[in-house]
């Protein structure tokens, strides 16, 4: 496999896996930590990926971002049904939207 292809795949993986896997670290902490405070975590993790300079990866992960937003952090949690507080669809719709645009 070409080295350009692996590092490419590569980033395409963890576009999808460090956002899941920075909501699992916060977890533990979700009832303690506001919407807010968790999206700009996220907004960060998109932000790091976009700074490598690929951007199908960054739109990527803006993309698992907000949908890791939604299943981990809006009720009912660990769920993708109900989820209509207009709240949390501005707020998810907005992390997505940003990080497309970061």
Known sequence: MPRDLAKGLTALLAAV?????????LLPVRA??????????LMLVVAAV??????????LTALSAAVWYVFFFTTPYESFT???NSDDIVTAGLLLVVGLAV
């Open 32 to 41: 303690i930590l506001s919407d807010t405070n968790a999206v700009l975590i």
């Open 50 to 59: 976009a700074a490598l300079g690929n951007r199908g990866a960054a739109a």
């Open 82 to 84: 109900r989820f209509n």
């Open 17 to 25: 896996a460090v956002p899941l896997a920075v909501c699992l670290l």
